[in-house]
């Protein structure tokens, strides 16, 4: 992927949502909603403060983090859809 988001932005792709459900029922497309976790592809250098300073982001590349389902831009590259968003938009890291 050749992209490198700005400042404090982040790229996340989505993760694919379970399509069935416990009872073993397949749900169609149409009938999910958007996940809501996803995985950091590329960070930015980091946050510009009000001096100056750059604080460092705070998520790393290969984190799952959490995020609102109307969070970030929509891109498509290389045939993927992914997300900008800005760090203050996550609002967890998922810990494994």
């Known amino acids: 992927m050749n992209l490198r988001p700005l ?9 694919d949502q379970e399509t069935k459900t416990a009872s073993g029922i397949v749900l ?5 909603e958007k996940p809501d976790q996803g995985e950091v592809l590329a960070i930015g250098g980091g946050k510009i403060l009000d001096d100056g300073k750059v604080r460092p982001l705070a998520v790393k590349v290969g984190d799952r983090v959490l995020f609102g389902k109307y969070s970030g831009q929509a891109v498509k590259i290389d045939g993927q859809e ?3 968003m800005r760090e203050e938009d996550l609002f967890a ?3 494994k």
């Open 7 to 15: 400042h404090d932005r982040v790229i996340v792709k989505r993760l």
């Open 28 to 32: 169609p497309d149409a009938a999910t």
């Open 82 to 84: 992914l997300l900008v």
């Open 93 to 95: 890291v998922v810990e």
